[in-house]
């Protein structure tokens, strides 16, 4: 039996599920399904838990030699910290931007602003 969270595969430095299903539209089971995605991107190239650009762009447009824009501006949103890589947190928080669920409001500030602003 046990507690709903001994479902939960969390991991140190992992951003809590239940967390970030608060802090966006996304339900516990979504933001779990977003983790699997999250990581087969992040593992794509280098298996740190991080999506680098490189890896962002070949989960894109399944190439990573070519530098392109439109993948680079849309990286640079999601990499809110601007260190040049995306955690988990990051990535589920700027996809929240493009739930249909997610205010107008949200998604006006986003949009105003250069970075949007995800935490």
């Not at 299903?21 to 779990?32: D, G, I, L, M, Q």
């Amino acid at each position: 039996m046990g507690c709903v969270t001994s479902r939960l595969r969390t991991f140190p430095g992992r951003d809590d599920p239940f967390i970030l299903s608060s802090e966006t539209t996304f339900s516990v089971s979504e933001v779990e399904a977003l983790f699997e995605l999250f990581k087969s991107i992040s593992r794509s190239v280098i298996d740190d838990e991080l999506i680098s650009k490189e890896e962002f762009q070949l989960a894109i447009f399944n190439n990573r030699a070519k530098e392109n824009l439109f993948s680079s501006r849309i990286f640079d949103l999601f990499d809110v910290k601007g260190r040049g890589a995306i955690d988990f947190g990051d990535f589920v928080r700027a996809l929240d931007v493009f739930h249909p669920y997610t205010s107008q409001e949200v998604k006006i500030d986003c949009q105003r602003n250069d970075k949007c602003n995800f935490m």
